[in-house]
């Protein structure tokens, strides 16, 4: 057996004893085993006759696949390894999958029935994507783009979201379903809907869809993009190389903590899906009492009782979630992170340079504060006419034992996150340009301005226990109270940027650790500095230091900056003792400043990824919310496959968005003069910051003018004229290899 071989076998083993003893031998469900059976020969058969149908229509060579991703068909890819491309390359595959289903009855021939059926599914969905049947038809979602999983993906791995929760069948009531998926939603769970509980969650008046993280895929085989969607999380934030297929069933099960409920009735192709993602490691309860013979105690269970059927089904997947009591009258969860909250939903809002705003975090001493206060300067929001733009602010005061003016900073920006927690509450950028909304539903539910300090003074105390003690807001919405308040935030808003623009690396005596990644890439460390923050953009040098205080004990810890080897490339024997020790071993020495020579590993949450592009002797940079191709020759999901996982790939890097601003960037390679190619949405986004940042640099505030983009084209070939044109300074700077 080769060493792949054994490799696979071990990880088989290992699976399997996860299982062991579910099933009493003695007296298996031999009638639960045949209906998997049963169901995995009617769904591979009906795959073969649609795929029969359409390669006789379009023929074998024809293109196959889902939009929106670079995983061709996830199942497959992440399972075996194939990239299908065209119809068919399915036929071997399918008859490959039929040829696993065995007619001797234990639980292991159930589960690979299962597999064989979410292959047969993938395929059907697949042949529907040919001829755009139900595709993104509301109510449904049907197949979740790329772009999906790239925004939620990494808070389902990481346990933001604390699971993914499959509703399938139909419920005895609209009414029933309608409690279970609120109270899903009210602990943050992610869920996939298909069959009647989707029209029932409507009956219901459930939020559903993207924004809400609840995905109503569609009836049929469309429950398999809640498979795809999960195996693509591995792919892409566990840094599992496709066709690994027991180490992406170790980590869905591990990871990705996914349950499934079904209601109703169930049929055999119904229960050959159960089986599937039983494969995965999610266990499955049925909303009514089964025979002894159809059971499997932990995996296939019974469960008649709606209003424990979610406690349930957590504490056999094993998910605990710490609840605080906040009083308010709407949910708070991170399931509502993505709700926008348009005009004609809106009640009132302020900010975001339509009104005068403001958001300020003050550290006070002991005296200045009273804990729990909220207080209220101006108008409540009853009296404010609906629809309205008023002037608004907050003023958060924050006492603790170990808190520090330099952490002001680093919670005032979770006042982003805290507030969005809130279902039918909106915000959105931070300081003085923060904008706030209401819905009008939330307004209804009781909503009034104190409700945004019981959010915060929970939060905050909940997440930052180490330095915060004592928490007082008050809220102001009396225009001239906001205006005076204004002007001292922005004092406060320029002593920090001061403060901050003299915090460099050479200033700090040691730089911070971060493993909080390592759940997903066991062997990716983040070495994060004053002037380049973490690679997912969301821990700063000050973020790490306050984790540190917060938890010494956490994802952050100091790492001293001792044995200069390289100052130009950023290379000192602490920063490779530590990175190699907390790699698994596997970095042996690490880049602070290069790209190209022995870069910083890469984990899978990064917000772009630089890639090198030799026929114009530069670098472009892609991000999540770009799609399409690049000049090298990957799309951004290619690129994260290769580069994510926590490996070392010269040439190729992730990183936070703003790292292109630091003067640090790649630094040892020809820093931002090498920038040949962003999208457009990102030269946007970096807009005014880019400019200032190259006219800092020596390069002139016109170099933004300089740089390609999906505009001007997607290859080296086609950007070459323009930057010849404009005169880019990479084609005349030394050679990058």
């Given at each position: 057996?080769t ?6 076998r071990?990880?088989?083993d ?28 009617i769904a591979?058969?009906?795959?073969e006759i649609?795929?029969?149908?359409a ?11 889902y ?17 299908v ?5 399915l036929?071997?595959?399918?008859n ?16 690979l ?11 059907i969905?697949?042949?529907?994507y040919l ?8 109510p449904?979602?049907g ?10 993906g ?19 009531s ?5 409690k ?7 602990k943050?769970?992610?869920i ?7 029209d ?6 459930c939020?559903?869809?993207i924004?809400?993280i609840?995905f109503t895929?569609?009836n ?27 180490n ?18 169930r ?5 050959a899906?159960h ?5 995965m ?5 049925i ?7 159809e059971?499997i ?19 056999v997947?094993?998910i605990?979630?710490?609840i ?14 993505g709700?926008?909250?348009?005009r ?12 005068p ?6 550290m ?13 300067v101006?108008?409540?929001?009853n ?21 520090q003016?330099d952490?002001?900073?680093v ?5 982003h996150?805290f507030?969005?927690y ?8 931070q ?11 939330c ?7 104190r ?12 997440d ?14 009396d225009p ?12 406060v808003?320029?002593e920090?940027?001061?403060?901050l ?9 040691e730089f ?7 759940s ?22 000050l973020?790490?230091?306050a984790?540190?205080e ?7 810890e ?7 080897i ?19 071993r ?6 602070m400043y290069s ?11 990064f917000e772009a ?18 799609g ?24 190729f ?9 630091s003067?640090?960037f790649?630094?040892a390679?020809?820093?931002?003069a ?35 983009d ?11 004229p ?16």
């Amino acid at each position: 057996m080769t060493d792949s071989g054994v490799l696979r076998r071990e990880w088989e083993d290992s699976f399997e004893e996860i299982y062991e003893g579910a099933v009493d031998e003695a007296n298996p469900p031999l009638p639960l085993f045949q209906k998997a059976y049963d169901g995995a020969i009617i769904a591979t058969s009906y795959a073969e006759i649609l795929l029969n149908k359409a390669i006789r229509r379009y023929g074998p060579e024809h293109p196959v696949g889902y939009p929106d991703t670079g995983y061709y068909l996830p199942v497959i890819t992440a399972y075996s390894g194939e990239q299908v491309t065209k119809l068919g390359e399915l036929v071997p595959i399918l008859n490959r999958l039929r040829n696993q289903i065995k007619e001797e009855l234990n639980f292991l021939n159930a589960r690979l029935c299962g597999e064989a059926t979410a292959y047969a599914a993938e395929i059907i969905e697949a042949v529907r994507y040919l001829k755009g049947d139900n595709l993104h038809v509301a109510p449904w979602t049907g197949f979740l783009g790329d772009p999906v999983v790239r925004r939620y993906g990494i808070l389902l791995v990481d346990w933001t979201i604390p699971g993914q929760a499959v509703l399938v069948g139909k419920a005895k009531s609209s009414e029933a379903l309608g409690k279970i998926v609120t109270d899903l939603q009210s602990k943050g769970f992610m869920i996939f809907m298909s069959y009647e509980v989707i029209d029932q969650a409507i009956d219901a008046g459930c939020r559903l869809g993207i924004d809400f993280i609840t995905f109503t895929t569609g009836n049929f085989t469309q429950v398999i993009h809640a498979v795809n969607y999960a195996l693509r999380a591995g792919l892409a934030f566990g840094g599992i190389p496709p066709g690994e297929r027991e180490n992406q069933r170790d980590y869905q099960r591990r990871r990705v903590r996914a349950f499934v409920l079904h209601f109703g009735e169930r049929d055999e192709v119904q229960i050959a899906a159960h089986f599937a993602a039983i494969f995965m490691g999610f266990p499955v309860l049925i909303d009514h009492e089964l025979p002894a013979d159809e059971q499997i105690p932990n995996w296939y269970i019974p469960h008649p009782d709606y209003d424990t059927m979610v406690q349930v089904a957590m504490e056999v997947r094993g998910i605990k979630i710490k609840i605080v009591d906040i009083p308010v009258p709407f949910m708070v969860a991170p399931a509502f992170e993505g709700e926008a909250i348009r005009r004609k939903d809106m009640y009132m809002e302020f900010g975001g340079g339509r009104t005068p705003s403001f958001e300020l975090v003050r550290m006070v001493s002991e005296d200045e504060i009273e804990d729990g206060k909220i207080e209220l300067v101006g108008p409540e929001i009853n009296d404010i006419e609906q629809g309205s733009a008023i002037s608004g602010g907050l003023e958060i005061k924050i006492y603790g034992r170990k808190m520090q003016v330099d952490f002001e900073a680093v919670l005032e920006r979770r006042i982003h996150d805290f507030i969005n927690y809130g279902e039918g509450l909106w915000h959105t950028a931070q300081r003085d340009i923060a904008w706030y909304r209401v819905s009008n539903d939330c307004v209804d539910k009781g909503f009034k301005f104190r409700h945004y300090g019981e959010l915060l003074i929970a939060k905050f105390k909940d997440d930052f226990p180490a330095i915060v003690d004592r928490v007082q807001v008050t809220i102001y919405t009396d225009p001239e109270a906001v205006e005076k308040k204004l002007a001292e935030a922005r004092e406060v808003y320029a002593e920090r940027d001061a403060r901050l623009a003299g915090l460099t690396d050479e200033s700090v005596e040691e730089f911070y650790s971060c493993k909080l990644c390592q759940s997903f890439a066991p062997n990716h460390v983040c070495i994060v500095t004053p002037e380049r923050l973490g690679l997912c953009g969301a821990v700063s040098w000050l973020d790490g230091k306050a984790s540190f205080e917060i938890d010494p004990n956490g994802p952050c810890e100091p790492v001293k900056k001792v044995g200069l080897i390289d100052e130009k490339l950023g290379i000192w024997e602490s920063i490779n003792e530590y990175v190699y020790l907390n790699s698994n071993r596997s970095i042996e020495e690490c880049s602070m400043y290069s790209f190209i020579e022995r870069p910083m590993t890469s984990c899978g949450c990064f917000e772009a990824i630089m890639g090198i592009v030799p026929e114009v002797n530069g670098v472009m940079v892609t991000t999540r919310e770009h799609g399409g191709m690049t000049p090298c020759g990957m799309n951004f999901s290619t690129l994260a496959g290769s580069v994510g996982g926590g490996v070392q790939t010269p040439g190729f890097m992730g990183h936070g968005r703003s790292f292109i601003l630091s003067k640090k960037f790649i630094s040892a390679d020809g820093g931002l003069a090498r920038l040949v190619w962003l999208p457009k949405e990102l030269k946007e986004w970096l807009g005014d910051d880019l400019r200032k940042s190259a006219e800092d640099q020596g390069l002139g505030a016109d170099f933004i003018d300089k740089i390609a983009d999906e505009t001007i084209g997607t290859t080296a070939e086609e950007i070459t004229p323009f930057l010849e044109e404009k005169g880019h300074p990479a084609l005349t700077m030394d050679p990058l290899m």
